[in-house]
T-cell receptor, first 107, second 110 residues
Framework: QQKVQQSPESLIVPEGAMTSLNCTFSDSASQYFAWYRQHSGKAPKALMSIFSNGEKEEGRFTIHLNKASLHFSLHIRDSQPSDSALYLCAVSNRIFFGDGTQLVVKP | ETAVFQTPNYHVTQVGNEVSFNCKQTLGHDTMYWYKQDSKKLLKIMFSYNNKQLIVNETVPRRFSPQSSDKAHLNLRIKSVEPEDSAVYLC?????????FGAGTRLSVL
């Protein structure tokens, strides 16, 4: 069964900082990689996804995938207090989720 | 905009009772899922349905059973609830990878 692990478990950063979240997976045949964000009391919502090696940028968010090292990451530039949430990485084919990183951005 | 609808929002029940949760999606997706999110926010897949066929069953206890009448509906029945079933149950649908979640049903078992 696919193993998906996230690090760190929790993170506190000041407003304006660069935030980096990590995810490792075990199945090299995986084809879909995504980050979801879940604000307190709300449902998870897809943030970004990537299918092939490399980088993808959308606004302040960048996702980076390295299939050979079984690793992908999310980088948040100029972190804002509104970015404070639980971040979940997800890997196909059965859409397994990591255990989450709780991010707090302090004003 | 909500496109995955779950009912009820909350349910409180006692050990041994039967409960059912409903989920409907209006996105026209082919695949629907049930996830369980526990008090530590761990999100674990329980079932998925693709065109009314069960394609994932992640060794959940047999008291849990998914029920689908068509590709837009996926309900979850728990035959005899246990205290460890207390959690938020999230329904989702997908097409091409991205999951769209409902708001969840919070179950409390006394």
């Amino acid at each position: 069964q696919q193993k998906v692990q996230q690090s760190p478990e929790s993170l506190i950063v000041p407003e304006g900082a660069m935030t980096s979240l990590n995810c490792t997976f075990s199945d090299s045949a995986s084809q879909y990689f995504a980050w979801y964000r879940q604000h307190s009391g709300k449902a998870p919502k897809a943030l970004m996804s990537i299918f092939s090696n490399g980088e993808k940028e959308e606004g302040r968010f960048t996702i980076h995938l390295n299939k050979a090292s079984l690793h992908f990451s999310l980088h948040i530039r100029d972190s804002q207090p509104s970015d404070s949430a639980l971040y979940l990485c997800a890997v196909s084919n059965r859409i397994f989720f990591g255990d989450g990183t709780q991010l707090v951005v302090k004003p | 905009e909500t496109a995955v609808f779950q009912t009820p929002n909350y349910h409180v029940t006692q050990v041994g009772n039967e409960v059912s949760f409903n989920c409907k999606q209006t996105l026209g997706h082919d695949t629907m899922y049930w996830y369980k999110q526990d008090s530590k926010k761990l999100l674990k897949i329980m079932f998925s349905y693709n065109n009314k066929q069960l394609i994932v069953n992640e060794t959940v206890p047999r008291r849990f059973s998914p029920q689908s009448s068509d590709k837009a509906h996926l309900n979850l029945r728990i035959k005899s609830v246990e205290p460890e079933d207390s959690a938020v149950y999230l329904c989702a649908s997908s097409q091409g990878g991205t999951l769209y979640f409902g708001a969840g049903t919070r179950l409390s078992v006394l």
